[in-house]
């Protein structure tokens, strides 16, 4: 199973609708040029030919590879902070939306786990405004997760000692996904999900 | 806080005690330009002038940055495996030994943060004869734990569903911690392996 096409993550993006087919193109293809060879060791001109474009044509679309890569970052993170935020405001207790979150959090890393590279380990070359927006992002994340673990600890249904250690952790088990998650892996990604799932539970005290 | 200097991590290798201290100066320049740009993205002369050297003298301690990145990765995963040897061959139940081992490997990846990132993301820029030695050496880490879980399961210390997903997720919670923590983290190394502990624990089915 190979990680999940692009076009798949840009429906959150403003103006996904109607954004021209090449685009996307180029988008693949700088996101497959980042994940193997890093985001300053690919030129425009990788990016373009990959996409079976000239490197005037890839100008039409996007100013620079950095203007690729700020949308990469903020359309991965947009997607992950709405299936967070989903699965927070879903049905039953904390515990059953913490299970629902981690297992679709996990899941999506080992399925899109090439943009989940590119999104995660590039983050330094972003720009100082995309730098900006994405940081926000992440935070947004980071409280989602806090928050359902406060709500869980409230309703006595979680034991936390440190909240910010145990979203962290939460957080850190789903992205470390995309870095070791292959095609070759024996779990699929929802059953990586589910036993994810589980594990976090324990970790956060909840008697599963 | 900075990242560990790489002299302190190289104890493990051989040769290290009769090595020039020119080839030191080499590998922590090589690690900096590496976590930094990338691996493909730095040239032998981004290396060189980093360590205050020319390129030429650099070619008489190593043939290219492939060689250099080699060495650091098999230090990196040597010093690991050490690590991971001593705490599930030291004393006390699998639970102690399990505490002992997440905190320290955990500890090791907030300090060696720079040198960590290098080892985990950039394995596939590695020569073939390079790479089966690192490969090598990373089952090792995971036969360790996974070892060190069925043997805290037989003692009825544990309750794990699925040893293999255990022993990754305790894995990849220490390594992704290469990637996110900072001078600005506001738990030291060992704080943040205390918590880790804790959390692992729980997650293993201890009673904590």
């Known amino acids: 199973m190979t990680s999940t096409p692009i076009a798949d993550l840009w429906p959150t ?3 996904a609708d109607t954004r021209p087919e090449a685009a996307y193109r180029l988008l693949q ?6 994940a193997e060879r890093g985001f300053h060791a ?3 001109r990788d990016i373009a030919t990959a996409a079976g474009m000239s490197p005037a044509a890839l100008y039409i679309h996007y100013q620079s590879k950095a203007a690729l890569l700020a949308e990469i970052s903020q359309a ?4 992950t902070l709405a299936l967070v935020r989903a699965a927070a405001a879903g ?3 904390p515990a059953q939306r ?3 979150m981690v297992e679709q959090f996990t899941a999506w890393h080992a399925r899109a786990r090439t943009v989940g590279r590119v999104v995660n380990y ?3 070359a972003l720009p100082e405004d995309a730098y900006a927006v994405v940081a926000a992002l992440r935070l ?5 997760v806090s928050a359902l673990i406060e709500a869980g600890a409230a309703a006595g249904e979680f034991e936390v000692a440190e909240v910010r250690t145990a979203a962290r952790a939460v957080t850190s088990l789903g992205i470390d996904v995309s870095r070791w998650y292959t095609e070759r892996s024996s779990e699929t990604p929802e059953e990586l999900g589910r036993r994810y799932g589980d594990l976090v539970l324990r970790m956060l005290g909840a008697r599963v």
Request: proline letters at 3%; charged letters at 30%; aromatic letters at 4%.
């Open 98 to 100: 913490m299970r629902r």
């Open 42 to 44: 690919t030129t425009t």
């Open 29 to 34: 293809a700088a996101v497959e040029s980042f």
């Open 91 to 93: 049905d039953g207790g």
């Open 13 to 15: 993006l403003p103006g």
């Open 76 to 79: 991965g993170h947009t997607a």
């Open 122 to 124: 590039e983050l330094h």
């Open 140 to 144: 947004d994340i980071e409280r989602e």
